[in-house]
């Protein structure tokens, strides 16, 4: 057990943090990234200490857990490459031009860091979305120290990440207060975080009570900050009629499996279904539910998501239109998450917003819609999402463009036949969405352009040449490429 | 007069423009930029009326007016070109791997709009930062409808642009929604606009009290949205000793211009000068005074505004340790702004946070410091700026690298040796600034950057060639650049 930082411990970790953002700001590109680098190598050498910690702390598999430290090295090394090249700065230079009246000045433009970033890590992530991870990889290469809250649920795996990137901060000698690792398990410890004056942003993944919270108090401030808060969603997914006519069996399969993954503790898990009521979608719900029956209860996170889970699904199957299809046939064992699946009209989901909340675990409800009109009325009473899925054909979609352009408005990634589960770490990818996915749905929290949640432009002008960061010299050092006069060049 | 709109109006209003969105977000870049192209003809066709409505309005001279219509129609077409060149979508593809463990999907991300804008025009601006102003531009080039809140002060003239769009929206065949003008004078006009559920997104151009409520109100909301907010700012110039040894009076006379410039009505005005306590600053000060001296007053913008200035400058002359320096020699005619220049002490500045508060008119005050460390404390207490400018050597620089890296850091545009009055419209433009400047310094309000205030990325995941938007397609019709597979290219 942690105690609880006081006040005062985090007043002088934010100075610390503000002092230490006076030096690092001013790194190269190329030393931010070695810095991304060093922390990969460490948590590397954290070797098994640090996998069967999470174990302990999570109750995730060893395999999950060796492919999820894989993943947080991936995206260490992914992020410091990018950072290095350059192209996140959108560099802009705009040329004097004496014979304009007023005469145009010279102007040069880059992304700067913001200032101290506080992260709060993921229960469901323990190393690649917590300590370690997207968040705080972005805010270094951004060009900001870090303050980690430790989530409560994994003080001890977060510790040993902590200490692997002290360690590298202190193989590229950057002063102390680059990175601190702050214990609380109240809320006071969040708020007295978020509110400190030298705290500039933050990033977040959890809950949309627990984020939603952190929004309100960045806002609230004298200056106010961003707030990125990553708060799940329902993702739902809609099946399309010519789809199912051939695919209903194939695609209740895939879709037992990818809600299931992980105890269903994804945030990207598929918690809604919607369909037209018709044989398709009965042996679509037939074969979904033969399937759930096979999976076996695992366990979750920690007693408190259990239970969480076992509340908010119970509250979810109390509804008076809401029918139990089916759960898992072997008995749950302590703390262990049993597979369900229920099924609704479109009529109860368009009236009680209750159906349309998150149940965070292994749990997915069918919507029956009479017809393809009142599947556009579902989707147009559906909150923003991280994801949203059609299982559809090409006939479908061209005949279905106004429910598509409906399903499209509402989501920050929208996969063609396929699962939402996995989040592939690319450049192209897009986690976020309008609220309540996220608090601001123009950013991201996975991928290399994460990095700009963090980050504010400055325009330089009329400064000579010599005096100018690297990144906007006539000569181009650093071989990045800018935007030369309204033209992209390298 | 107008009357103001009530809620039944307003809920109409949006509806439309939600209506409206649903096309409008699916029209071509090319589209776009036609329909920004045809709002600058028709507002070249308004002719002569629109001049005389706007000096009527605003008191502003006709060669100002004039210039800032010609400036409002180069924003148009300028932003046009950078819509339909698509560099600004940040078009991302990452293609499948099926080789990876476990396969990587295609996975294609771009930008798309937000919804319906609500802009808020300024009292200083009523054309390039009013109703078919740059907030306006941008919003129609990222595919979103707009509302525009007209400003009282010049209600008429926006009437002029308002036909003038609907002119151009009408000619490009495009929804009734696709913009609205509505009238109020009540704050509680504002409040049911930016709370409406259809609205998405705010911009906004004027006082800090007036952006901070429409902030707040933003993030009130069920669903938060953005709200930018350009809230002005105080623009500190920082006088550097070995420039002044041999620039003071030419300084002198470069700011008395700057600081009367439009009656001292500009975002980028001047208000606070600081400098070292010595000979030179004493020469720059009477150089300065015998300038301000020969300015003759002129009309403000209305009544409010003067009423405005003679408020807050009494009581900023009003401050123990503040001396009135000079002030213009020709006695004020009705609603007219006297130039006034005031100084007072470092420690003043330090401890009396009404020194601090924009004086919106010809009002500039000096900061004497006992000397660099002095300068380097008022720096520290300075809050988030639209710009900060240097008079500065290249040895000032070398030799005060504490001092520039502070001032760097809290403003959005750092001038050397110039004035910060007069914003080039150009890409590499940030006119924008960590809060109070603006309530989110990530975004610009000038320049085809203000553009991505009112987008967000989407990703496809898994989806055939032929339905991806055009921006996405393997074979890149539009001819954008994108970044492929890490790459980018066009």
């Known amino acids: 057990m942690f105690t609880d930082f006081t006040t005062e411990q985090i007043d002088e970790v934010l100075h610390e943090a503000w002092e230490a953002f006076q030096v690092y700001r001013k790194l190269s590109l190329a030393q931010r990234a070695n810095f991304l680098r060093s922390i990969a190598v460490e948590l590397e050498n954290c070797g098994d200490a640090l996998i069967q910690t999470a174990m302990q702390e999570t109750n995730l598999p060893e395999a999950r857990i060796r492919g999820e430290k894989a993943r947080t090295i991936f995206q260490l090394n992914n992020y410091a490459s990018f950072c290095e090249g350059g192209q996140w700065l959108d560099a802009r230079i705009d040329t004097a031009d004496a014979n304009k009246t007023p005469a145009k000045p010279d102007i040069r433009k880059m992304l700067v860091p913001l200032g101290p970033v506080l992260v709060f890590g993921a229960s469901n992530f323990p190393l690649a979305y917590s300590t370690a991870g997207g968040d705080t990889a972005c805010a270094f290469a951004a060009g900001c120290p870090v303050i980690v809250k430790a989530h409560p649920a994994h003080a001890n795996t977060s510790e040993i990440v902590a200490n692997a990137i002290k360690k590298a901060a202190a193989n590229c000698y950057l002063p102390k207060g680059i990175f601190a690792h702050v214990h609380g398990a109240s809320w006071a410890v969040g708020e007295a975080l978020v509110k400190h004056e030298h705290t500039k942003a933050v990033g977040f993944t959890g809950s949309l009570a627990g984020g939603k919270q952190l929004f309100d108090w960045g806002n609230q401030r004298k200056e106010p900050i961003p707030v990125f808060a990553e708060m799940g969603s329902v993702n739902p997914v809609f099946l399309l009629p010519e789809k199912m006519k051939t695919s209903s069996e ?29 044989d398709d979608l009965k042996k679509f719900t037939n074969t979904l539910a033969a399937e759930i029956k096979k999976i076996a209860p695992a366990p979750m996170l920690n007693a408190g998501i259990y239970k969480n889970y076992v509340e908010k699904r119970g509250i979810a199957l109390a509804q008076s239109e809401v029918t139990q299809i089916e759960v898992s046939e072997k008995k749950a064992g302590l703390n262990e998450g049993t597979a369900t699946i ?13 159906i349309q909340q998150e149940v965070f675990g292994p749990y997915s409800i069918i919507i029956k819609c009479a017809d393809i009109n009142e599947m556009i009325a579902v989707a147009k009473k559906t909150e923003g999402q991280l994801t949203c899925t059609l299982m559809a054909t090409e006939n479908d979609i061209l005949q279905n463009e106004k429910l598509i352009n409906i399903v499209e408005n509402i989501c920050g990634r929208f996969i063609l036949n396929s699962v939402p589960t996995g989040v592939e770490v690319c450049l192209a990818m897009q986690h976020g969405g309008p609220f309540p996915a996220t608090t601001d749905s123009r950013f991201t929290s ?17 400064w000579p040449n010599a005096l100018l960061p690297d990144e906007l010299k006539n000569e181009n050092p650093l071989a990045i490429w800018r935007t030369i006069n309204g033209e992209l060049c390298k």
Chains 1, 2 share one sequence.
């Open 250 to 278: 194939e695609i209740a399969k895939l879709y037992a499996a990818s809600i299931s993954l992980g105890v269903g503790q994804f945030c990207t898990n598929p918690g809604i279904i919607i369909g037209i009521d018709n």
């Open 342 to 354: 229920a099924s609704t009209t479109a009529t109860e989901y368009l009236t009680n917003a209750i």
């Open 446 to 462: 996975v991928g290399a352009d994460g990095i700009k949640r963090f980050a504010r432009p400055i325009a330089y002008q009329n």
